[in-house]
């Protein structure tokens, strides 16, 4: 390897780096790294030109490759961090791979385009609008419009064979997902015209189509028949997949797919674009590369086309791939060794996880054409076989064997439960629940199937459907309105003798409530007045605001904030705001009478409203997919539902088959094992595991039915398998019969549980927008950043973000030296603005305001700005002392000298403030202006990459009179050394939850409000 002298400058590295030295601790890192890599990981770090790939088998140390080949790359060669490509498929993998490079790298690390594609497809789009006329001013569509619109066209299309009579929209969901998969593999309706088209005349020149003899002559023969139904399927596919892309662009929507299908038809067509972006990236590094699908892998090829032989390297492994579903294909992985011929061919075999006996297990799943090597030294285990009666004996098996664990001494976080599908949870979980082991679910799960946010549906219904008396009792039963069910009873009994009253009018009247005998009458006026005036609200203001109201005013948020699982409740109550945001920045005056309408079809069709997974808490064991464990690692895996047809001999019906011809890198060895996908996947999950593995099986269903084991488990080497005398553990369960009837006592954190908030603090870490809040009012800070609960945003806070984003994206342009001018600020402002959740008018008028100012500032500055910049740094997880990190992201950090010295600016909205009020100097002023860029100088003097000479505050809003105003100041050390030690002290306030009896000076504030109902 190339020896780095200490004090040499970082070759390559952008401006900001150039006299830059390698600091000795940070170039200790990485020969410390690099010396403990073995010999070919070394070859693959150290091979740093031309095309690569390198096959990694799990636990075979690939990220730890990628990052280091990077660093290498910015040690040793003339190429600015910025020029480094690495995708990847998970926000979770970026971050990883991030955090690796920056502890060997130190701030370079920072300037890695490190992105997942659909990330990167976002940015090339954001950087040239005009290149893509078919997204830019459009909105993403949502799943539930996608299938409206998928109706609409089957009923407005003649159509034979995707329109059964019984049921016209039969195969809605099989023509929406064939669709997305063209997309995903890179073909155009026209494309798939030709395709299929092709498959038609294949097909009709077969010779052999008829029995040419006996009882059936010339019948056609019955695998033609079903060829050629799919055929017809596929041409009449072909007139719905172009009417879809017609209404999409005359709708101004665009779906999921379009990003990277879009990017890889420009980089196809235009060569200014595709000659930008060489220019730009030098180096490209795919992770995972066996999981990416046509139009991903084109899109990597025309990046990387500028050259013969680019210096491109892919890393990824043939059996985990798992992804086929969504469009990915091994073939990929082979068409890369045909397209560079002479690219440098590396196996990773060494295994620094698991034990040989898991490895040699796995193999006989899924071959390798090389066996992977167990160099992690554990004790070797069998792998454990358990067959249990029924799913609810496997359940407490599974619960007995993780107690047993972890009275063992096994740490809680090293245990995983593996299942097939999101569902196979919910019988494991509720068993653990019973059992009180702690645990957290790590897949995604739906909103509108939490019993809590269920209660909220009823309310809204209510609303949607007030005066009707069906929607009024499933309202009035809700438990946190507290209303005795004897006096629902007596409601609507009341109402019926009356000759059919209104129960409504009954509700209104406290006179008719007593007359009833119903004892707590004021519930009833209050909920009826509430009521009428969310119905009021809901014909007459925002969807958002009404549904705000509603979650406040109705009791719903302090009943989930005092749950014992409150934050996963409030998490799924955030998912379900994010996604009502979402709709209103698709249509300005969204109503809620259209949010219910909304969320009617998402319940018709079956549409999940997904809530991110919880993070994990220490002493949670996992429970999640196979295929979210994938990149994991556990000493113990205990696989779940070991039975043919959950893994293995899947039976899915195929409505529509795709031609195999537009597959553009189908290989022949996609073919050799049927259900490839389907032995990927229990390789996987067997190989999560270090030490030892557990697969379990119920020999009968819930209904009785017997079950066949997973082929899988038959296919592992008798010398490998340990199967285990369950006939004990039946009896225990047969004596333990009535913990199926044993309270649930549930294991999600409770926000008040000081643990949890700790873990959230720090995975969080303190901006400086959280420490203003917390010094307005702890509670603000508490309910706005740390749990944070849906809020609206104002009118003048999305104002603000799209002035931030348009004036972001016009430097970051500007920077490359492509200065486009005020019209271009001006455009990308509106189309910021656009995406915001605003009504009409406020739309209306911020945007005027925007262009007046926008215009004004850019007329006022424009000639005296610097180019050498670089816009919106991002800071994470700087640490000041134990337990004490700090974020930050940076509007604009300008170059001064050309090397280190930088003057931060923060752009503000709003009208400007004189240098007394930034500095905190006036009666009605906190100093929070100039305490934001003392917190700045903070995060870069911590950070190193920069010396911050001053900051400055620039106004984009003119003052009474039109002028334009900025305030540059220069920052002591004594102000960042006195920030630094409050921002400790409020640190040490928050984890030791000192402001928990604490309230702000302010009487009326509605964070404190919250705080008492807090029980």
Not at 23 to 35: C, M
Not at 291 to 303: G, K, M, P, Y
Not at 423 to 451: T, Y
Not at 465 to 470: N, P, R, T, V
Request: hydrophobic share 40%; aromatic share 10%; charged share 30%.
């Amino acid at each position: 390897m190339h020896a780095i002298e200490r004090g040499e400058p970082i070759k390559g590295a952008d401006t900001a780096y150039d006299s830059m030295k390698i600091a000795d601790k940070v170039l200790n890192r990485f020969e410390q790294a690099y010396a403990r890599l073995n010999d070919e990981q070394r070859r693959a770090v150290d091979t740093i030109d031309g095309p690569v790939m390198v096959i990694a088998g799990p636990g075979t140390g690939k990220t730890e490759v990628l990052t280091m080949r990077i660093a290498n790359i910015i040690y040793r060669t003339d190429t600015p961090p910025g020029a480094v490509l690495a995708l990847t498929f998970t926000e979770s993998a970026v971050a990883s791979m991030r955090k690796r490079l920056v502890d060997l790298i130190g701030a370079p690390g920072y300037d890695v385009l490190i992105t997942t594609f659909h990330s990167f497809a976002n940015s090339v789009i954001g950087r040239y609008p005009d290149k893509f006329p078919e997204i830019i001013g459009s909105t993403s569509i949502t799943d539930v419009d996608q299938v409206r619109l998928v109706q609409d066209i089957i009923d407005t299309t003649p159509l034979t064979t995707l329109k059964p009579f019984g049921d016209r929209y039969y195969y809605l969901k099989s023509i929406l997902a064939a669709i997305n998969e063209l997309k995903r593999q890179g073909i155009s309706p026209a494309a798939f015209k030709e395709i299929a088209e092709r498959e038609k005349s294949a097909w009709g020149s077969t010779r052999d189509l008829y029995y040419a003899s006996g009882a059936h002559a010339g019948k056609m023969k019955g695998r033609y028949k079903d060829e050629l139904a799919h055929i017809e399927r596929n041409l009449e596919l072909v007139t719905l997949y172009q009417k879809y892309e017609d209404e999409l662009r005359a709708e101004k929507r665009y779906d999921y797919g379009d990003m990277i299908f879009y990017v890889m038809l420009a980089l196809e067509r235009d060569e200014d674009l595709r000659l930008s972006l060489q220019e730009t990236y030098l180096y490209f590094l795919v992770d995972e590369h066996q999981d990416t699908n046509d139009a991903q892998n084109r899109i990597i090829e025309l990046l990387a086309s500028f050259h013969e032989n680019p210096n491109i390297f892919v890393v990824g492994d043939e059996k985990q791939a798992i992804f086929r579903f969504q469009g990915a294909s091994i073939a990929n992985f082979f068409h890369f060794k045909k397209l560079y011929t002479n690219a440098a061919l590396i196996s990773l075999r060494d295994n620094y996880r698991g034990t040989q006996a898991i490895l040699d297990a796995a193999d006989a799943i899924s071959p390798r054409e090389t066996n992977l090597i167990a160099r992690a030294g554990h004790p070797e285990a069998a792998i454990s076989l358990a067959a249990l009666r029924s799913p609810d004996a496997e359940c407490f098996f599974i619960s007995e064997k993780v107690r047993a664990l972890t009275a063992a001494g096994v740490t809680p976080e090293e245990i995983a439960i593996l299942y097939r599908d999101n569902r196979d949870a919910i019988p494991i979980a509720r068993m653990l629940e019973k059992q009180n082991i702690q645990f957290a679910i790590e897949s995604d799960q739906d909103v509108l199937g939490d019993e809590d946010i269920e209660k909220l549906l009823r309310i809204i219904t209510a609303v949607r459907h007030f005066g009707a008396k069906e929607a009024l009792a499933p309202f009035l039963h809700v438990d946190f309105f507290d209303i005795p069910p004897l006096d629902i009873y007596k409601l609507f009994s009341y109402a019926t003798a009356q000759g059919h009253m209104n129960p409504y009018d009954v509700m209104k009247s406290e006179k008719i409530l007593d007359d009833a005998g119903i004892e707590k009458k004021e519930r009833f006026i209050d909920l009826f007045h509430k009521l009428s005036a969310w119905r009021h609200d809901a014909e007459n203001r925002g969807a958002l605001e009404v549904f705000e109201n509603i979650v406040r005013d109705s009791g719903f948020l302090a009943s989930i904030e005092n749950h014992p699982a409150a934050s996963e409740k409030i998490a799924k109550l955030h998912a379900l705001f994010e996604h009502l945001k979402a709709l209103v920045e698709d249509k300005k005056n969204y109503r809620f009478n259209e949010f219910f309408d909304y969320l009617e079809l998402v319940r018709e069709h079956d549409v999940p409203i997904k809530a991110s997974a919880a993070f994990l808490l220490p002493g949670r064991i996992h429970l999640m997919t196979a295929h979210k464990s994938k990149g994991q690692e556990f000493e113990y895996v205990i696989i779940a539902g070991a039975v043919a047809g959950k893994w293995g001999s899947r039976r899915r019906p195929e409505h529509i088959k795709l031609p195999r011809g537009m597959y553009r890198t189908l290989a022949a060895i996609e073919d050799v094992f049927e259900d490839s996908d389907e032995r990927n996947l229990f390789y996987v999950a067997l190989t999560r595991a270090k030490k030892e593995v557990f697969i379990t099986y119920s020999a009968t269903n819930r209904e009785g039915r017997d079950h066949v084991p997973s082929q899988f488990t038959k296919e592992i080497r008798e010398d490998l398998l340990m199967i285990l005398d369950t006939s004990a553990d039946e009896e225990n369960f047969a004596s333990h019969r009535n913990i199926e009837f044993r309270p649930r006592l549930t294991t999600q954190p409770d926000i008040k549980d000081k643990e949890f908030l700790n873990a959230l603090y720090g995975r969080q870490g303190l901006s400086v927008t959280a420490l203003d809040n917390y010094l307005e009012c702890p509670w603000k800070y508490f309910y706005v950043n740390l749990i944070r609960i849906p809020e609206m945003p104002t009118k003048h806070l999305m104002f603000g973000t799209a002035v931030h984003e348009a004036v972001k994206n016009y430097f970051t342009l500007r920077a490359r030296g492509d200065d486009r001018g005020v019209e271009y600020l001006i455009r990308r402002f509106e189309e910021e603005l656009r995406r915001q959740p605003i009504e009409q008018s406020d739309f209306d008028e911020s945007l005027q305001k925007g262009k007046n100012a926008l215009r004004g500032w850019w007329d006022a500055h424009h000639d005296r700005w610097i180019s050498n910049v670089v816009n919106e740094r991002r800071f994470a997880g700087i640490e000041l002392e134990p337990g004490t990190l700090i974020t930050g992201r940076i509007d604009k950090i300008e170059i001064l000298d050309g090397k280190r010295s930088v003057n931060v600016v923060d752009y503000k909205t709003g009208k400007p403030k004189s240098r007394n009020a930034i500095e905190g100097k006036t009666r009605n002023s906190d100093g929070d202006y100039k305490r934001q860029l003392v917190f700045y100088k903070l995060l870069l003097d911590k950070d190193g990459s920069y010396e911050m000479a001053s900051g400055e505050i620039d106004f984009i809003e003119p003052d009474d009179r039109g002028k334009f105003h900025k305030e540059r100041f220069d920052i002591d050390a004594e102000e960042v050394k006195g920030l630094e030690q409050k921002v400790i002290d409020v640190s040490r306030e928050i984890r030791s939850m000192a402001f928990w009896d604490k309230v702000c000076d302010d009487t009326e504030c509605t964070y404190c409000a919250l705080r008492k109902s807090l029980r």
